[in-house]
Structure formats: structure tokens, C-alpha cells
């Protein structure tokens, strides 16, 4: 029964705090190199799934899988921190608010993991920020503090930080909501970057044209439950389900 | 009896002395008021009971009670349960701690007020919440605080004569020892003033270079 099949799968994952239950019974299966979106009305409960990948708000019921591994195992406290940590090295995410380093640079926002973590040298760590940084179109800033950037550069820039730990999985948590309209595309372009590359991602969004531009499958999930699951023309042009119907021409109304 | 200062000059010796001894116990002292604050902040924030408590205790002891009783009780105290230390290094423990402990209250309101979306992103990367704390949490900390920090440790200068009644011959006690030889009172505590005043000023202008070097993180 523990055997999984899926690259990531997460198996009736159930969430409470107290006596609300934001997560009920989800179950979720994605393949590598898959891209799955998450849609919903606020409060669905889309960043406390994503958010319960890799642990930083830790079910109350059901499992979470990567790549064979249980993420979420239950082990005494010293082992789980160990286990914790490291699968976390092999879960990238980004947040809303692209939390970086103030205090740190560009540079040293993207190595400082690596190399506390890997024990990379300086020289492979000053490769290493020069490629991902690259990567996301940030290299002439590498020597710039947060505080001097874009939201929509430091996005990028948080990007390039979760990616120089070689992640197997992506989360990004409303990667692009915080950012003014005209600094939204920038970083659109750096994920379907990623998403040509294969990369495994899964994407809670409002963005419902980039969700179908990039998804190889859609979530809509409503008060703890996934109402409806499927490829992006489908949920999008035909929603089987009245609440995704409802959702979605609200959504299109409040855009304009 | 009127003033003159030319008494002064045959002790330029025993009074720049004095101030080196100032300046040795100052450093020594805000060095270890300011790595203890950040240790007691972190103790208090996330240590166990059974080690918080204790602190906490010993804390409230070093910040309820007269620094100069803390400096008899550890140089003239500890004696009897066979701790005998150095005036010096018993000037720098209770210099030293005194002020960690404020130095703790600043760091640790500095600490909660950091964004909790930086200890998050820190693990999400597969830090541990020491790493977190160590890399990311704590050095932001400080650097907010390092404005009241400062004024904390302009007021260890000021308290580092009270180590002159334990017997280091700091600045204070240098110019009590010129007036036991010379009966001029006002000529020397005039002279010890100025020094301090002196090497107050330096320390300004370390803290502020201490300061900017930190603003361009903002
Ligand atoms: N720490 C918490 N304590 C209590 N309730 C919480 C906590 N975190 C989230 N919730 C509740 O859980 C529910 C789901 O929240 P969640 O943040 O997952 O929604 P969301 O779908 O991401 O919404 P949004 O689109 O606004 O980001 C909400 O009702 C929220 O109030
Ligand atoms: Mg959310």
C-alpha cells in the first residue's frame, strides 16, 4: 500500500486548525516534468496545500510522496528535522512575497544554501550564482541588495535561489501577485522557462491565461476540496462543475 | 587654594594608562555584552524551559540589581567559593553581562519583528532553525538594533569607572591615585573628564561606522 507511483503524490491530505478544516481528504498525483495549477476563491485552502508539500504547515492527516520518499514521515523529532531538511533541499519554492535576504546580496542570497548546505567552495558557488542568475536574466545585478530591485527582479531572483538548490519539484505560491501588472510578464517568462525544461511545478495562481498557457493540468479547489480536475481546455472552455462555472465568471468580471 | 593645571603634566603617564585600561575593559566588555545579548535573546526565544527559566532568572538578577554591588559580589564574593578571578577579567563578566542583558531586550523585539516570511524562506532552502537563526534571522536583528545598541555601549563606557572600586586602574582610578599624591582633586577629575568625553567621541565614530556600513543593506 506505501508504494507510490507518481513523482509526487499526496494521498488525503487533511488539514485542521481546531475546528476548521481547510483541507478535506485531497488526494493529488503529479508526473515529472508535469505542471499542475491550483485556482480557487481566497481562503480555498490553496496555499496550505502547497504549503503542506514540503512541511511548512504540516498536515493533520495523509501523506505527502516525492520521487518515492514520504515527505511528511513519522519519525522522532531529531530524525524528522534531519529528514525535513533534506528533502526540503530537493522542494523549491517561492513565495508572493519573494522573501529574500535583505541583508544579503544578490549573490549571496543565491549561494548562501548551497553552500552551507552542500559545502560547495567559493569558486563552485560563484558558478553556481552566475549561471542560475543568468538563467532568470539577473546576472548584471548579482552585486545588488534587495532593496535595490524590481519586485518583479527580486522575484526572479528568489527563483534563481530555490533553483541553485537543484530542486526535483517547484512550488510557487501566487509567484506574481504582489508585483505591479506591468513586471508580471518578466517572471511569467522565466517559469514557462522552466516549464520548457521540464521542470516539475506545481503553481497555486489567479492567472488563469498563464495557467492555461503552461499547465498540463488545472485544480480547482473550493473550501478543502478539489471540485474539479483536469487539462486546462477542459476546465477552462468546459467546467463540468456550477462552482467552477461560478468561479470563473466571477473571475473574469473582477478583471474587468 | 586656586586651580593649576601644571600638576597635570608629571602624570600624563598615569592617566593615558588609565585610559588604555578604559579602552581594553570597554571593548572587552561591549564584546561580550553584545555576543551575550545575542545568546541570551536566542535563549530566550526558543530554548527549553529548563534552560530559559534559569537565564531568565539570572537575567532579571544581573538587570534588578546595583551594578556595583554585581562587581563586589563577583570579585569579592566569588572568592569564598573558590572563583578567584582577576579584578580585570571580574570588571569585563559583570560589565559584560549587565549590559548583554540589555542589549538581549533590544535584540529579542528586534528578532520577533523580523519578517516571518524570512525564517520560512530559510527552511524552505533546508536550513535548520539554527542555520535560519544563525544566518538569516539574527543578523537581521542586530542590524536594527544597532542604533540603541550603540547608546548601550556609549553607557558602558560611562559605567566601566565603577570597575575602579574593585582595583583596575582604569581612567577613575588612575586620577584618584594622581589626587592621593597630589591633593588636586579638580585639576584631575577635570582631566578624566575630558578623556572620557574623548574617547567617547572615537567610540561615536566607530558605532557610526559600524552603522553605515550596515545601511547599505536597506
Ligand atoms: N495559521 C492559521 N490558523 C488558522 N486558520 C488558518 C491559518 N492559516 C490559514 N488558515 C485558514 O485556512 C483557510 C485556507 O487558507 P489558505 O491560505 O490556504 O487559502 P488560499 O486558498 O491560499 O487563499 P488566498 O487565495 O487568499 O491565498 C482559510 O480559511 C484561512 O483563514
Ligand atoms: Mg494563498
Known amino acids: 500500500m506505501t508504494e507510490t507511483k507518481s513523482f509526487v503524490e499526496i494521498r488525503h491530505a487533511q488539514k485542521s486548525y481546531g475546528t476548521l478544516e481547510v483541507l478535506k481528504d485531497i488526494s493529488l498525483n503529479v508526473e515529472r516534468g508535469q505542471i499542475v495549477a491550483i485556482i480557487g476563491p481566497s481562503g480555498s485552502g490553496k496555499s496550505t496545500l502547497l504549503r503542506a508539500i514540503n512541511d511548512l504547515d504540516p498536515l493533520t492527516g495523509g501523506e505527502v510522496w516525492l520521487d518515492g520518499v514520504q515527505v511528511n514521515k513519522n519519525l522522532p523529532h531529531n530524525q524528522y528535522e534531519k529528514h525535513i531538511n533534506q528533502m526540503r533541499q530537493d522542494i523549491g519554492m517561492v513565495f508572493q512575497h519573494f522573501n529574500l535576504f535583505p541583508h544579503l546580496s544578490v549573490r549571496d542570497n543565491v549561494t548562501m544554501a548551497p553552500k552551507l548546505l552542500k559545502k560547495i567552495s567559493d569558486k563552485e558557488a560563484n558558478k553556481l550564482a552566475e549561471e542560475q542568475l543568468d538563467h532568470v536574466g539577473m546576472l548584471e545585478r548579482i552585486d545588488y541588495y534587495p532593496a535595490q530591485l524590481s519586485g518583479g527582479q527580486k522575484q526572479r531572483v528568489a527563483i534563481a535561489r530555490a533553483l541553485a538548490m537543484k530542486p526535483k519539484l517547484m512550488l510557487f505560491d501566487e509567484a506574481t501577485s504582489a508585483l505591479d501588472p506591468e513586471l508580471v510578464e518578466e517572471v511569467n517568462l522565466v517559469m514557462k522557462k522552466l516549464a520548457q525544461e521540464h521542470m516539475t511545478m506545481i503553481i497555486v495562481t489567479h492567472e488563469m491565461d498563464f495557467a492555461a498557457s503552461v499547465c498540463d493540468r488545472v485544480l480547482f479547489m473550493d473550501k478543502g476540496v478539489v471540485v474539479e480536475e483536469g487539462p486546462p481546455e477542459q476546465v477552462f472552455k468546459n467546467p463540468t462543475q456550477e462552482r467552477t462555472r461560478n468561479f470563473l465568471r466571477k473571475h473574469l468580471e473582477g478583471a474587468k | ?218
Do not use: C
Request: hydrophobic residues 55%; aromatic residues 12%.
Open chain 2, 1 to 218: 587654594m586656586g586651580l593649576d593645571f601644571s600638576v597635570i603634566p608629571p602624570f600624563y603617564g598615569t592617566l593615558l594608562l588609565g585610559v588604555l585600561w578604559t579602552i581594553a575593559i570597554t571593548a572587552a566588555s561591549a564584546l561580550l555584552s553584545f555576543f551575550g545579548g545575542i545568546l541570551l535573546a536566542v535563549i530566550a526565544l526558543y530554548a527549553p524551559a529548563i534552560i530559559r527559566l534559569p537565564v531568565r532568572f539570572i537575567a532579571w538578577l544581573f538587570m534588578g540589581t546595583p551594578l556595583l554591588l554585581q562587581l563586589f559580589l563577583i570579585y569579592f564574593g566569588l572568592v569564598q567559593i573558590g572563583i578567584d578571578l582577576p579584578a580585570f577579567v571580574a570588571g569585563v563578566i559583570g560589565l559584560g553581562f549587565h549590559f548583554a542583558v540589555y542589549n538581549s531586550e533590544l535584540i529579542q523585539t528586534a528578532m520577533l519583528a523580523v519578517d516571518k516570511g524570512q525564517m520560512e524562506a530559510a527552511r524552505t532552502l533546508g536550513l535548520s532553525r539554527r542555520q535560519a537563526l544563525v544566518k538569516v534571522v539574527v543578523p537581521q536583528a542586530v542590524r536594527d538594533v544597532l542604533p540603541p545598541i550603540g547608546n548601550n555601549m556609549i553607557a558602558l563606557l560611562k559605567d566601566s569607572a565603577l570597575v575602579s572600586v574593585i582595583g583596575v586602574s582604569e581612567l577613575t582610578l588612575s586620577a584618584q591615585r594622581a589626587i592621593g599624591q597630589t591633593y588636586r582633586a579638580f585639576e584631575f577629575y577635570a582631566a578624566a573628564a575630558v578623556l572620557y568625553y574623548i574617547i567617547n567621541l572615537g567610540m561615536e565614530a566607530v558605532i557610526r561606522w559600524f552603522e553605515n556600513r550596515n545601511r547599505l543593506y536597506r
